[in-house]
């Protein structure tokens, strides 16, 4: 993937994705991480991106999905013990 393409990707994207991000946790700044873990994840495996079987949008929003259900999950694991 060309930078030019990284570019337009981002350009295109990012708000639509922060947006659907900061929707699923209501944290503007855990928003913004997310979505930059996104479009990592989007570089990092543009070769597996297969448009016969989705689009790109369809295909980056799944990635933010399971990025920000993995982080609600990882959180919920996260159990405060009392010192007691």
Do not use: C
């Not at 350009?11 to 639509?16: A, E, L, P, V």
């Amino acid at each position: 993937m060309t930078d030019e393409m990284k570019e337009s990707l981002y350009n295109d994207y990012y708000r639509k994705v922060f947006g659907y991000l900061k929707g699923k946790t209501n944290n503007y700044h855990l928003a913004e991480d997310l979505a930059s873990d996104v479009f990592m994840k989007v570089y990092s495996k543009a070769d597996t991106f297969d448009e016969t079987k989705s689009s790109v949008s369809t295909w980056i929003y799944t990635i933010a999905r399971n990025i920000a259900y993995d982080r609600m999950r990882h959180a919920a694991k996260e159990v405060q013990v009392p010192d007691e």
